[in-house]
């Protein structure tokens, strides 16, 4: 088993920044995928970001590419989302997610573990 805190969330204007990190524990040698997701409320979950936790390749929806920065320190077996020029759009409650195996970088069905979310709200 994996455990997943999230931290780093809160209230941030238009044009700002946040840094979100997950923390794992347990058995965090199976982690072969890291990925952050977001949900807002009475739709799907919507994918952001996600990291091979070894090799560090990277991938990006195309509404944060340019703007957030995914990354791992698999030595903390911590995770990061560094989200710069935000927008309001990007309010939402952010969920990252460890997958034991090969996953589908963007399918929230892939991926084994889920954090408790921290919200990350965005104001003009």
């Known amino acids: 088993q994996v455990q997943l805190v999230e931290s780093g969330g809160g209230l941030v204007q238009a044009g700002g920044s946040l840094r979100l990190s997950c923390a794992a524990s347990?058995?965090?040698?199976?982690?072969?995928?890291m990925g952050w997701f977001r949900q807002t409320p009475g739709k799907e979950r919507e994918f952001v970001a996600a990291?091979?936790?070894?090799?560090?390749?990277?991938y990006y929806a195309d509404s944060v590419k340019g703007r957030f920065t995914i990354s791992r320190d698999s030595v903390k077996n911590t995770g990061y989302l560094q989200m710069n020029s935000l927008k309001l759009e990007d309010t939402a409650v952010y969920y990252c997610?460890?997958?034991?195996?090969?996953?589908?970088?963007?399918?929230?069905?892939?991926?084994?573990?889920w954090g408790q979310g921290t919200q990350v709200t965005v104001s003009s």
């Open positions: 990291i091979t936790w070894s090799g560090g390749v990277t």
């Open positions: 347990g058995r965090t040698s199976s982690i072969y995928t």
């Open positions: 997610a460890f997958a034991r195996g090969i996953a589908r970088p963007a399918v929230a069905s892939d991926y084994d573990y």
